[in-house]
Each structure stands twice: as structure tokens, then as C-alpha cells.
């Protein structure tokens, strides 16, 4: 059996509850670059992929999901410390990432986001000739 044992704890919950105005809670993230793919992934537990909505504008990624509170009529929670409501995150993107061809994942409570690099963004190789033997040599840019 649970046992309640700081009596200020759930004080201090209400007390940062009311202080938030209804402001949505922040998702945390990890993100790095696996070959050409920004990969971002993103903490969503208890969340159904069904309620995630992403929406690039302007190379601003918005991610936003909700979890609703559950529902225990007649029930005296004793704890009462997962999270729920609106969850949103937003993340600003280069220019170098392709915002039209995202794919987005979900399983196991995180939601992974791969976004190619464009490809005009990528290293080529450009060849440089030059008058005296007509050779050429390749540089990468």
C-alpha cells in the first residue's frame, strides 16, 4: 500500500499548477545528426499517437500532444504526480533541412522525428580545370 508521507507535497503541486495559467508543459527532447537525417526525439509517455499533432511553418516545428487526465469517480487519489493535459514543444530548423519530406514514428512513449538534409545543402564535389595539360581535379565543397 502507498502512504502519503511529505504532507506538502501535494501543496506544492496545486500551488505550481496554478501558477502555470493553463500554459502547455514542456516535451523533452534529444536531437543530433545521423548521416543526412536530423533525428529529434521527442518524450511523450501515455500520450496515443492519435492526439499528436506536428506542424512545420516557416522552419518552426511544433509539436503538441495531449494527455487527458484519468478518470477515477468516486476514487480518493493518493498520489497523484503523472502529468496530464497539453504537452507542446517547438523547434526552430535550419534552412539546410528539407521540411517536406519528415517522417515521423511513434512507439514505446517516444516520438521520433527523422528530417533529411536538403540536398542543395549537401557536400559535392566540383571539378576545377585548368589550361596547362587540360587535367582536372575534383574539390570538395
Known amino acids: 500500500m502507498l502512504m502519503r508521507t511529505d504532507p506538502?507535497?501535494?501543496f506544492d503541486r496545486i500551488t505550481q499548477r496554478l501558477l502555470e495559467n493553463g500554459r502547455p508543459t514542456v516535451?523533452?527532447?534529444d536531437?543530433?545528426?545521423?548521416g543526412d537525417d536530423f533525428v529529434a526525439h521527442f518524450d511523450?509517455?501515455?500520450v496515443?499517437?492519435?492526439s499528436i499533432d506536428l506542424e512545420v511553418e516557416r522552419n518552426v516545428l511544433t509539436v503538441k500532444a495531449e494527455r487527458p487526465a484519468p478518470r477515477r469517480d468516486g476514487l480518493e487519489?493518493?498520489?497523484n504526480e503523472r502529468p496530464s493535459g497539453t504537452f507542446t514543444r517547438q523547434?526552430?530548423?535550419g534552412d539546410t533541412l528539407d521540411t517536406e519530406r519528415i517522417t515521423a514514428h511513434h512507439a514505446d512513449g517516444v516520438l521520433t522525428?527523422?528530417?533529411?538534409v536538403s540536398e542543395q545543402s549537401k557536400a559535392r564535389k566540383i571539378a576545377v580545370g585548368h589550361d596547362a595539360g587540360r587535367e582536372q581535379t575534383s574539390i570538395e565543397v
Open 8 to 10: 506538502f507535497r501535494e
Open 27 to 29: 516535451v523533452p527532447m
Open 31 to 34: 536531437a543530433y545528426r545521423e
Open 44 to 46: 511523450l509517455p501515455g
Open 48 to 50: 496515443s499517437p492519435e
Open 77 to 79: 487519489p493518493i498520489v
Open 91 to 93: 523547434v526552430f530548423l
Open 113 to 116: 522525428l527523422r528530417i533529411p
